[in-house]
């Protein structure tokens, strides 16, 4: 009794660190502040679009690909454009910076 | 309604006329008898003025108008007065300048400003924002003038004017969704169809936010002040008994539709005008915390749509005992600022020093100059603001029995002015055991 409770416990410990390793290897998530230096959009219908950032502490620069509609919609009516600063959050996918998150850092 | 706008979009009958003669601005729009007195009209609404009478607001001057031109309070400590759109002094570190303030989100050129009048405004006004699906806004930025004035640009182009329609969700969150300075910062509702039933069902702003006149109707939001006296509310268009359920329709009469619909808020939790951050560009903005759509818990409140109004506390009134008032959801928000040691006032802030150095009391003394006040002691202070929680409604995750009436449930019954004796009575499981034990039975 006391040692199937035991094997239990240590089965649902190693769930438990399999789901949560695996949770940190996809959630790899990465952070930066950069300024736009190229948008790269094939027109009004694109479903995606490239944009490389300026990242603002190492001065390197950051491709990512940007396939949410809000976004995209910024990019075609020039809501965001070349210069603007930018705090974007992106996950790596079979070697490409997928962007997760967007914005201008800046409001009113 | 809807298929109404969708046909107007397409088929806009003034295509031709602007097709020949491009487009020159509201003249265009009221030429050859089509939307005659259209920007006249539209000057005397809260679009244009940023102020109006506000009737259910405590402490203020009375036959004076209220909003975003003049009111003074710390999520944004600015105003279009004193925090007007200017050139911003170059940072010492870079040595570059950048055009800032609170009326770039209004619809004029900044020549004819936030509520001015006559025939200049008219023609000032910027249509297009909200009625073209093809605005191209490397036009809308401010700029200098040969002669030194600061304008906001417009997209006045022919491309765009061939695209009007009625006003998309997009037009109105060109503004919206930047209040507050930064993406969702004001209120954080993101208007998508992960986050609200209504975008989910296709509905744009103006659904519900149904302008007559140009007259936009608002809610009773506590910090929203200014509106163009009409109103929208849930029931606008849903039943005060909507459920299928005759216990959840029971609860309407004391609880809010948005307190079980919209059980999550968004965006700025708390700011700090004293202390200024310096940003990737050298420019400094006011210290934010913030948070996602549905990131953040409501807090419950008694509210009768009339609101109390102080120095340090921004917020509904309305009681238990009273029967106009009901249990409201709001997005709690604490903003720190400089307060008037002489007054008890809170001050407000011009940007510009600031954004440039990161001086705040800099920033004080100009906005204190530009309003006259000559003696002033600044202190800092918190306030803290109930913002109404209109948006972000869901259906799937809308609060049911056990979330309100358990131990931990959401509701402080205590705080909503219920007895001792009377909070154990329903806070208990007996109040939803027999319901809940049949629907888990039905659901497996």
């Not at chain 2, 163009?228 to 299928?244: A, F």
């Not at chain 2, 006259?372 to 948006?391: A, D, L, M, N």
Request: hydrophobic share 35%.
């Amino acid at each position: 009794m006391r040692n199937t409770m035991l094997v239990g416990w240590v089965a649902a410990a190693a769930i438990l660190f399999l789901l949560f390793a695996g949770g940190v290897a996809t959630a790899d998530e990465m952070k930066m502040v950069g300024d736009v230096v190229k948008i790269e959009i094939s027109g009004p219908n694109a479903k995606t679009a490239k944009a490389t950032l300026k990242d603002t502490k190492t001065g390197k620069l950051v491709t990512v690909i940007v396939n949410d509609d809000l976004t995209l919609d910024k990019f075609k009516d020039h809501r965001i454009v070349v210069g603007d600063e930018i705090r974007c959050k992106y996950e790596v996918q079979d070697g490409k910076n997928v962007s997760k998150y967007f914005r201008k850092t800046a409001g009113c | 309604m809807l298929l109404a706008g969708v046909a107007a979009a397409k088929e806009h009958p003034g295509k031709e006329y602007i097709e020949r003669n491009g487009y020159q601005g509201p003249s265009t729009c009221e030429a050859q008898g089509c939307h005659p007195g259209t920007a006249k009209e539209f000057l005397d609404t809260v679009h244009w003025k940023h102020a109006s009478p506000v009737p259910n607001v405590e402490g203020l001057e009375p036959g004076k108008e209220y909003g975003m031109k003049n009111r003074i309070y710390t999520m944004c400590n600015g105003n279009d007065i004193v925090n007007h759109l200017k050139e911003i002094p170059a940072s010492p570190v870079t040595g570059k300048t950048k055009f800032a303030g609170c009326n770039t989100c209004h619809p004029g050129n900044h020549i004819s400003d936030v509520g001015s009048v006559g025939k200049d405004a008219e023609n000032a006004i910027d249509c297009l924002v909200c009625h073209a699906s093809k605005y191209d806004f490397r036009r809308r930025r401010a700029y200098k003038d040969e002669t030194g004035r600061v304008v906001m640009g417009q997209d006045r182009s022919k491309e765009a004017a061939l695209s009007v329609g009625r006003p998309d969700v997009r037009n109105c969150m060109v503004c919206h969704e930047s209040a507050g300075g930064g993406v969702l910062i004001k209120r954080g509702f993101a208007y998508a169809r992960e986050t609200d039933v209504h975008a989910k069902n296709g509905m744009v702003c103006v659904d519900c936010h149904a302008a007559k006149n140009h007259r936009i109707p608002t809610g009773f939001d506590p910090n929203n002040w200014a509106s163009d006296g009409i109103r929208v509310s849930c029931e606008d268009c849903h039943k005060e008994t909507p459920h299928k359920d005759g216990d959840l329709n029971r609860h309407v009469a004391r609880i809010a539709c948005q307190t079980c619909h919209i059980p999550r808020t968004g965006g700025a939790i708390a700011k700090d005008f004293t202390r200024w951050t310096q940003g990737a560009d050298k420019f400094y903005e006011p210290t934010t915390l913030s948070k996602e759509a549905n990131e953040t818990t409501p807090v419950y409140a008694w509210y009768n749509k009339t609101v109390r109004n102080e120095p340090h506390f921004i917020g509904p009134k309305g009681s238990r005992e009273e029967m106009g008032s009901r249990i409201y959801p709001f997005k709690i928000f604490e903003g720190k600022a400089f307060f008037d040691k002489k007054t008890g006032n809170l001050l407000s802030m011009d940007f510009a020093p600031p954004m440039s150095t990161g001086d705040a009391l800099a920033g004080v003394a100009s906005a204190a100059k530009t309003l006259g006040i000559k003696e002033y002691e600044p202190v800092p202070g918190w306030q803290t603001i109930y913002f109404g929680s209109t948006h972000l409604v869901t259906k799937e995750k809308a609060l049911t029995c056990f979330h309100c009436h358990s131990r931990n449930g959401v509701l402080n019954f205590r705080a909503l002015e219920y007895a001792e004796k009377e909070e154990e009575k329903l806070t208990n499981a007996s109040i939803y055991f027999d319901k809940m034990a049949e629907q888990q039975k039905e659901e497996w």
